[in-house]
Nanobody, 123 residues
Framework: QVQLVESGGGLVQAGGSLRLSCAAS????????MAWFRQAPGKEREFVGA???????VSTDSVKGRFTISRGSAGNTVYLQMNSLKPEDTAVYYC?????????????????WGQGTQVTVSS
């Protein structure tokens, strides 16, 4: 059974950093596209970024230059390093996995989701 478990969320002051982790099990995740989404209160879920099996990463404009996505050597752990955090980054962050690998990860169907981890940035 596929499982994605996020960790690393918490409360941080504006300008600070956090690193989220997503541990994946039950699948061949080294070949999957792994992504991060977030959802703030009262807002729709938003794509943050993704990393393909090839190592290619994409991210939304609002986090470029501040957030970095990477994956562990075994391919079943994905990280989201978040620097220069802003209050508007406050949200529940979700890890997701897709078997798609060609094209734009923003449009991939994501079949597997984690339970989410809360990130709160205070001003």
């Amino acid at each position: 059974q596929v499982q994605l478990v996020e960790s690393g969320g918490g409360l941080v002051q504006a300008g600070g950093s956090l690193r989220l982790s997503c541990a994946a099990s039950g699948g061949t995740f080294s070949t999957y596209t792994m992504a991060w989404f977030r959802q703030a209160p009262g807002k729709e879920r938003e794509f943050v970024g993704a990393i393909k099996w090839s190592g290619i990463t994409v991210s939304t404009d609002s986090v470029k230059g501040r957030f970095t996505i990477s994956r562990g050597s075994a391919g079943n752990t994905v990280y989201l390093q978040m620097n220069s955090l802003k209050p508007e980054d406050t949200a529940v962050y979700y890890c997701a996995a897709s078997t798609y690998g060609t094209g734009s990860p923003i449009r991939f169907p994501y079949d597997y989701w984690g339970q989410g981890t809360q990130v709160t940035v205070s001003s």
